[in-house]
């Protein structure tokens, strides 16, 4: 029996649909392109309320789990640091400039149990949602202490949001 043909089409397919999944991420990110950069940490910062090592798991439209931030770096999962601080946050995720969100940017912190394509144990994961310029996102962190990390948000802010 001849095998070829059939790996041939499944190549092909495979190959169509990675082709596809580029030029989607590609018009996501322009899409995007009119959010402004992350703010950079000012120079002078409070004493530290909370340093934590987590995993950045995401940044996606508030409200929208499933709508990725694509552009300034909020792409990819990976390692980050947080550092919660009396003038906001602080998140230095890794091979990027760290990142500041601002306390008056944050308008509610909370506990998720999934986004994107990540599913964790019961609010497993934290969040801030805040504003990047006119869009109101949310920044999804797996930390190991999650309950600390979220006692400590809670210091900036005290509203908190549930997602889903």
Known sequence: MDRTMPVVVIVVVVALVFVGLAF????????????????????????????DDVFYVATTVAEHPTDRIAVHGLGFRSRAGVVVIPEGVVLSIAGEPDAFIPREAISGIGRATWTIDRVVGRDGLAFVRWALGDTVVDTYLKSSDPDALVAALTTLTPATKEAS
């Open 24 to 51: 989607a991420w590609r018009a996501r990110r322009r899409r995007q392109a009119e959010l402004p950069a992350l703010a950079t940490p000012p120079a002078s910062l409070g004493a530290p309320v909370l340093v």
